[in-house]
């Protein structure tokens, strides 16, 4: 089973700032076959990033995610109000499926 | 637009069952892989078993293997988990979750239901 890492546990930034969240990888990520979901307070989780660097639909440009083979990040430009959430990284390039612990964004 | 309707959580007593299911609708259901994850109360994701679009294979976490069978019903858009001997710690909010692909490996998750709480307690 491939156990993602995710740090810092929590990230205090102000609207405007910049957030780079980290997912490490026990070992290697099939093809960077890693995804990124944003979850709210209260609602389901929402698919942002999928293939390492690749935005989902829908997903506005200050979000983007890079990395390959252990070591993935995804950045947040310029924060926006409603970024402030909890982010998950998954990997699905082989089973089990597994999803890191979560990097909390809280303002400052 | 897609839509994914769990029902069947509830408040059951360790070493009890319960099967959930999901009526999926705006999609064509039968040649997308689907998903099972769950959420215990504060915590983060868990993914918990998927099946595959056609022929159909099924995958489980090792945490729910042996007590957790994932079936779908094409025919109905239905796709449901039969949880036994349920735990403690099986407490959570369980998704379902629809594939971006008709693969499970490799396949991100691009749409999520509600959820349905399931209680394991005495």
Redesign the interface.
């Known amino acids: ?1 491939i156990v993602l890492t995710q740090s810092p546990g929590t990230l205090s930034l102000s609207p405007g700032e910049s957030a780079t969240l980290s997912c490490r990888a026990s070992e290697r990520v ?2 960077t ?1 890693l ?1 990124w ?1 944003q ?1 709210k307070p209260g609602q ?4 942002l990033i ?1 293939g390492a660097s690749s935005r ?1 639909t829908g997903i506005p440009d200050r979000f983007s995610g890079s990395g390959s083979g252990t070591d993935f990040t995804l950045t947040i430009s310029r924060l926006e109000p409603e970024d402030f959430a ?1 982010y ?1 990284c ?1 990997q ?11 990097t909390k964004v809280e303002i400052k | 637009e897609v839509q994914l309707l769990e029902s069947g959580g509830g408040l059951v007593q360790p070493g009890g069952s319960l099967r959930l299911s999901c009526a999926a609708s705006g999609f064509t259901f039968s040649i997308y892989a689907m998903s099972w994850v769950r959420q215990a109360p504060g915590k983060g994701l868990e993914w918990v078993s998927a099946f595959s679009g056609s022929p159909g294979n099924t995958y489980y976490a090792d945490s729910v293997k042996g007590r957790f069978t994932i079936s779908r019903d094409n025919s109905k858009n239905t796709l449901f988990l039969q949880m036994n001997s349920l735990r403690a710690e099986d407490t959570a909010v369980y998704y379902c979750a629809k594939s971006t692909s008709n693969v499970v490996i490799p396949a991100a998750i691009q749409a999520w239901g509600q959820g349905t709480l399931v209680t394991v307690s005495s």
């Open positions: 089973e099939s093809s076959y995804a979901y979850q389901v989780p929402r698919l999928y989902a909890v998950y998954q699905y390039g082989s089973s089990p499926l597994t999803f890191g612990g979560g």
